[in-house]
């Protein structure tokens, strides 16, 4: 307990929480910076990660990426260490390490909107049974809505914003035994439970940001199976190392938060929330973090990698041509991007040779007066098939990503996505979603207009059913699921077996009996016909 004494920094005991699904994979390079910036104050740190927790909090009864991994390799045979005993005490054993830590602070750390309720449960174990620690909550969804945060009975101080420099002002100010409440980026309560607000912090200098540091993470963290296997390891998984090149994203799609963070920013005056970094910045930080993780891969993180200047784009590709291993091979990257960021073909072709593995390309929805009045992306098909077109040129391979289900959705609209998928073509994977309406989305704000969307119901990525309750014509739940789980059936098998795979289509809408046997066998005809192998021999790859 502080006592309002003034507690030594190298005494100050900080435990950083992390919350989130089980077995997402890939340490957080939010924690990992702050680990950087809090040994740096001199402060004694430790981790509550919750990744390897089984928990009830993945919504809606959907099997979490520990099971469903395990099912689909349980055929291939894979290092225990990469999946080890999913751990089943969560509240037990984050009281043990408070027990044992004695934390001064508690800092939740990354917390969005997903994570939120296993934060929340955290929270009210610290304040019912701990509540001389001071907590500290920040992360996306405290950033969109803190008010919402701070009304919680169990939380304290709430940050907005980037918490670079708010987790060291809460830091300072509990080891010095001062009020928690005049924290710049923050709400906070007084001792009578008022809420006070602080006014909004500036926006960082990225490029002054220190490396991140991942040492508190376990090391198998790290391991993941990334399209093609890895020929140097036995189970061909990789060691993937997560680095952000620019924070922020340049596009307003309505069915994303990040052009909230960049709205919020310049709302509340604290600048352009788009930086990018500098080359030589990014050098020294990707051989670093590729030499201290022993990493043979590299993760980025950026909304759309290739949404900047050309120029700059071919700068990265010079720094990153001298970035090699002990053999003198290039280092395997994976970006995501959009279609409409591919201008140069030979660009492409440069950034394949010096390491890009795989790329994830957004194509949301194939209607196009749809996709440019509703979700306010403005690429035709024609260009985007074309961009899709060099890229098969240059042979990067690559997955593409849409969306199911979006307020206004009808059938028809979803078999557009269907047939623009038919026509991009060439890409190894088709990731199907069901649209979440995360808080901080414009196309949140039209589902509560049309009061589609109940305000109280949790959000999250990992759901087997939508959240929105749309009037007909509209798609209603069951259609949406059933829709998503037949995707790649109608995208990819010919044509003329598009009855039986909306035979299995209605089948799965009505929950009939034989529903599951019926799309097992479409199923295992995709992966032998895709693939050659059963879906349990081949590995996918679960974001995280």
């Known amino acids: ?152 009975p169990y939380a304290q101080v709430v940050g907005f914003g980037e918490g670079e420099e708010t987790i060291v002002d809460f830091c300072e100010a509990a080891r010095k035994g001062e009020p928690l409440t005049n924290i710049l980026g923050t709400f906070a309560k007084d001792e009578s439970g008022k809420t006070i607000y602080n006014f909004p912090r500036k926006v960082i200098d990225i490029n002054q940001s220190p490396i991140p540091d991942f040492s508190l993470f376990d090391r198998n963290r790290f391991k993941r199976p990334l399209g093609r296997p890895n020929p140097a390891t036995e189970d061909g998984m990789w060691r993937a190392v997560p680095i952000e090149t620019y924070r922020g994203c340049p596009y307003t799609c309505t069915f994303c938060n990040s052009p909230i963070q960049k709205e919020l920013a310049e709302k ?60 003198g091979k290039h280092i395997p990257f994976w970006m995501q991007t959009r279609f409409e960021d591919i201008r140069d073909e030979g660009q492409l072709a440069r950034l394949k040779q010096v390491g890009l593995h795989h790329a994830s390309f957004g194509l949301e929805h194939g209607n196009e007066e749809f996709r440019k009045q509703k979700l306010k ?97 509209y798609l209603q739940e069951n259609e949406m699921v059933a829709l998503q789980r037949t995707f790649r059936f109608y995208a990819e098998f010919p044509k003329n077996r598009w009855p039986e795979i909306e035979r299995v289509e209605m089948l799965l809408a009505a929950d009939a009996s034989e529903a599951e046997a019926e799309w097992g066998k479409l199923r295992d005809e995709f992966y032998q016909q895709k693939w050659g192998i059963t879906e349990s021999e081949r590995k996918l790859t679960y974001a995280g």
């Open 1 to 152: 307990m502080l006592e309002n004494r003034i507690v030594e920094r190298s005494d100050f005991r900080l435990l950083m929480a992390y919350p989130n699904f089980t077995k997402m994979f890939t340490p957080s390079y939010a924690v990992g910076l702050f680990t950087t910036i809090l040994k740096n104050q001199g402060y004694d740190i430790d981790l509550f990660d919750c990744t390897p927790y089984l928990t009830s909090y993945n919504p809606q009864n959907m099997p979490n990426p520990q099971v469903l991994t395990q099912k689909l390799m349980s055929n291939k045979p894979v290092n225990p260490e990469f999946f080890q005993d999913v751990k089943t005490d969560l509240f037990g054993d984050f009281r043990k390490k408070l027990n044992d830590f004695k934390p001064y602070a508690v800092v939740f750390s990354t917390v969005v909107e997903d994570t939120w309720p296993q934060a929340r449960d955290m929270l009210k174990v610290l304040h019912d049974e701990y509540p001389q620690v001071k907590t500290l909550v920040g992360g996306v969804y405290s950033t969109m809505v803190p008010q919402q945060v701070i009304a919680s």
């Open 268 to 327: 509340r005056e604290q600048g352009d929330f788009l930086r990018r970094k500098s080359m030589d910045n990014l050098r020294k930080e990707i051989t670093t973090l590729l030499e201290k993780n022993d990493g043979d891969f590299l993760y980025i993180n950026d909304d759309a990698f290739m949404a900047r200047p050309i120029p700059e784009i071919d700068a990265f590709i010079e720094m990153y041509d001298t970035i090699r291993d002990s053999k």
């Open 377 to 473: 992306r403005n690429i035709s098909n024609e260009k985007m098939i074309e961009k899709a077109r060099i890229i098969q040129r240059v042979g990067v391979p690559y997955q593409i990503n849409v969306i199911i289900g979006m307020p206004y959705e009808t059938r028809d609209l979803v078999f557009d996505t269907i047939e623009l998928t038919r026509e991009v073509g060439g890409f190894d994977a088709i990731a199907p979603n069901l649209f979440m309406p995360y808080k901080g989305t414009k196309l949140r704000e039209m589902a509560l207009e049309e009061k589609w969307l109940d305000p109280e119901a949790q959000t999250s990525s990992f759901v087997g059913a939508s959240l929105l309750r749309m009037p007909r014509p």
